[in-house]
C-alpha cells in the first residue's frame, strides 16, 4: 500500500471534500479521486458516501482512518528516528574496556560526557582483558575499546595514546619492602629488590604488553625475575598481591584498590615503563556514535595530557 494513498485518505476524511483536500494537497481533484477509488479497490470496501456536498465516511472508512492515522504517525516517528541515527544522536554504541583502563578517571568522565552529549545513545559496556577487547573489535563485535599496552595490533584497527601515567609496585601492606618505606615514605624501590620476589603478570604468555615491557627491562638489567603467576584481568593481580602471593607493577591509577591490604610505591630504575591509555577503534568504522564518542575521548585527553 502507498504511503501516499494514506495521506490522500486522511485529507479527504479531514476536509470531507475532494476539493478542498486536492488543494490542501497541492494536486488537481481528479487525479485524487482516482487514487481514493483505486485504494477502495485495494481495499475491497468503500471508504467515502459521495454527496452533492463532498464526503463523508462510511463504517470501514472511520475504522480505517483510524489505522491509517497510527500507520502515518508511527512513519513520521521512525522518520524522525532514523534522522537521529543519521546524525549519531541514536543508536548502539559498544564499548570495551581493560579493569585497569576502567580504573583510571578519564573513562567514567568521558562516560558520563558522552551520555550528557548522546542521551538518546544506548551504551553497551563489556570489560575484558585487552587481548579479548582487541579480538571483539577485530570480529565487529564492539566499536571501540580502551586498553593499556596493545597485546596484538590487527589489520583494519586503530590505537592511539590518549594518556600516559606511571607504574606503582603493589606489594602486601605487611611486606617487609612496604613497611621499610614507610619509615620512608616517598623511598622508590629498585628493580633489583623487585626481582627477588614472586612477580604475578597481568597478560597472555608471550603476549607483548605491558608485563612483557617489565620482563624485557628486567633482562636488559641483567635480572633474572620470578614469575609466580600469569592471570587475564588486573583484578585478579592485585586480589593475589592482596593475599600475599607475590608482587605486581600496576597503573597508578589502581592505587586505590585494596587499599587495606596492599601499599604502593614507585619504581626506582624503571627507566621509560609507563602505563598508557589507548583507544583501539576501527579504521573504517561507520557507526557515527562510535566516531562521536572517540572524537570526545581525544578532545579530552587534549585537555588533560598529564592525566
Known sequence: MDIRALRYFVAVA????????????????????QQIK?????????????????VALTDA????QVEALRMLQDMDAMKQRMARVANGQAGTLAVGFTSSAAAHRFMPEALRAFRRAHPDVE????????????????AGRLHCGLLRV?????????????????????MPSDHRFAVAAGKKSSRPLPLSKLCEEGIILVRRPGAPGLYAELLALCHAKGLRPRVVAEV??????????AAGVGLSVVPASM??????????????????LDAP??????????NLPAQHFAALLRKLAAKNPGS
Open 14 to 33: 479531514g476536509t470531507g471534500h475532494m476539493t478542498r483536500a486536492a488543494e490542501q494537497l497541492g494536486i488537481q481533484q481528479p487525479p485524487l479521486s
Open 38 to 54: 483505486a485504494l477502495e479497490r485495494e481495499l475491497g470496501v468503500l471508504l467515502f458516501k459521495r454527496h452533492p456536498r463532498g
Open 61 to 64: 472508512g472511520r475504522l480505517f
Open 123 to 138: 551504551l553497551q559496556l563489556r570489560e575484558d582483558n585487552a587481548a579479548e577487547v582487541t579480538e571483539a573489535l577485530a
Open 150 to 170: 596493545p597485546v596484538a595490533r590487527p589489520e583494519g584497527l586503530l590505537f592511539e595514546t590518549l594518556l600516559r601515567e606511571p607504574v606503582l609496585v603493589a
Open 232 to 241: 587475564d584481568r588486573m583484578m585478579t593481580n592485585l586480589n593475589l598481591v
Open 255 to 272: 592505587t586505590g584498590v585494596h587499599a587495606h591490604a596492599i601499599a604502593y610505591t614507585r619504581l626506582a630504575d624503571g627507566g621509560q
Open 277 to 286: 591509555l589507548t583507544l583501539v577503534s576501527r579504521t573504517e568504522e561507520d
